[in-house]
Nanobody
């Protein structure tokens, strides 16, 4: 079994910073793409940032220059550093990873349970 667990969500003032972490655990052979998504009530989940094994990153236009994604493959972790936060960044943030399980036969997509980020004064 594989689990993704996020941490770091909080209430922060506009213009502030926050860091999210996600740890993958379980019977993991290899992790390919890792990413962060976010969702607000009534809207579809959207990709915020992604990172592949070679370190190549991609970002939603709305967060470019403010958010930074990184990963630590030795610890099976992915991070999201969020700076210059805006009220419109308020959402539940979800960690996502494409994982090949030990003894498995294919890549599978896994999600964390989500962590709330609220940007408000």
């Amino acid at each position: 079994q594989v689990q993704l667990v996020e941490s770091g969500g909080d209430l922060v003032q506009p213009g502030g910073s926050l860091g999210l972490s996600c740890t993958a655990s379980g019977s993991i052979f290899r992790i390919n793409t890792m990413g962060w998504y976010r969702q607000t009530p009534g809207k579809e989940r959207e990709l915020v940032a992604g990172i592949i094994r070679d370190g190549t990153t991609s970002y939603a236009d709305s967060v470019k220059g403010r958010f930074t994604i990184s990963r630590d493959d030795a610890k099976n972790m992915v991070f999201l550093q969020m700076n210059s936060l805006k009220p419109e960044d308020t959402a539940v943030y979800y960690c996502n990873a494409e994982i090949f399980r030990r003894g498995g036969s294919t890549w599978s997509n896994y999600w964390g349970q989500g962590t709330q980020v609220t940007v408000s004064s």
